[in-house]
């Protein structure tokens, strides 16, 4: 059955991939323009459609044992895309048309808070699966995954970094994190704890890729940055 939460999970993976798409198709040259990108989001879109009209007919049932909500479940991550994942995607996607159109620009993700967002993501990712698998010190570990099912105090960490981002007039993180935190409200993803709304393994790895990119080759863009000339 195709519930409210595995509907956003697919979204959020529609956006992925059609980002990740995006992003390889404008390496080879074949996506410069914004209105090139409409195909190739609504080819994502058609594919995850179709996928998960066939998940809903049976036909993937038992797939994957651990999958309850068939293909739909395996290809949304069964909520391993968060939230921030999906609005870097929207961001990604967007970032031509903001390009184009005078005082747009300011919607795109600055340097700055790129560099900030994917140093964040490390170290959150660091620190919170491994306690997610009880490999951290102690008790201490349990205590952080666990603080992610609506403990007074992540919230109350994460209420101030937002304010100490928007200090910083780092806005789009603190907006990030906001949107975050909203869909963990409203419980709009499969998962009922809030790391997974704000960060996710292929996130995590992503950062750690983009970290040793720039190291391995110094002076290209932090992150997967679409041309000016889009």
Same mark, same amino acid.
């Not at 007919?57 to 068939?70: H, I, R, T, V």
């Given at each position: 059955?195709?519930?409210?939460?595995?509907? /956003? +999970?697919?979204?959020?993976a529609t956006l992925v991939y059609a980002a990740l798409a995006t992003?390889?198709?404008?390496?080879?040259? +074949?996506t410069r323009t914004p209105a090139s990108r409409w195909p190739v989001i609504a080819a994502v879109a058609i594919c995850m459609a179709v996928l998960a009209g066939?998940?809903?007919?049976?036909?993937?049932?038992? !797939? +994957?044992?651990?999958?309850?909500?068939?293909l739909p479940g395996a290809w949304a991550g069964q909520g391993r895309f968060?939230?921030? +994942?999906?609005?870097? /995607?929207?961001?990604?996607?967007? #970032?031509?048309?903001?390009?184009?159109?005078?005082?747009?620009?300011?919607?795109a993700l600055p340097d700055g808070q790129r560099r900030m967002l994917i140093f964040g993501v490390i170290?959150?990712?660091?620190? $919170?699966? =491994?306690?997610?698998?009880?490999?951290?010190?102690? /008790?201490?570990?349990a205590d952080i995954w666990g603080a992610g099912f609506g403990d007074f105090r992540l919230s109350t960490g994460l209420l101030c970094l937002g304010l100490a981002?928007?200090?910083?007039?780092?806005? #789009?993180?603190?907006?990030? !994190?906001? /949107?975050?935190?909203?869909?963990?409200?409203?419980?709009?993803? =499969?998962?009922g704890n809030l790391w997974d709304y704000l960060l996710d393994p292929w996130l995590c790895t992503g950062a750690? $890729?983009?970290?040793?990119?720039?190291?391995?080759? &110094?002076?290209? &863009?932090?992150?997967?940055v679409p041309p000016r000339e889009a």
């Open positions: 059955m195709m519930t409210y939460a595995v509907l /956003a +999970s697919l979204v959020l992003a390889l198709l404008t390496a080879v040259g +074949s066939l998940s809903s007919q049976g036909l993937f049932d038992g !797939l +994957s044992d651990g999958l309850s909500d068939g968060s939230i921030t +994942s999906g609005l870097l /995607a929207v961001l990604y996607l967007l #970032h031509p048309w903001c390009q184009r159109r005078p005082g747009w620009g300011s919607l170290v959150a990712g660091l620190v $919170v699966y =491994p306690a997610a698998l009880g490999l951290g010190p102690g /008790a201490g570990a981002l928007w200090v910083l007039r780092a806005y #789009h993180l603190c907006l990030l !994190l906001v /949107a975050a935190q909203c869909a963990f409200a409203l419980q709009l993803l =499969p998962s750690i $890729v983009t970290v040793l990119w720039a190291l391995a080759r &110094p002076g290209t &863009p932090v992150g997967p």
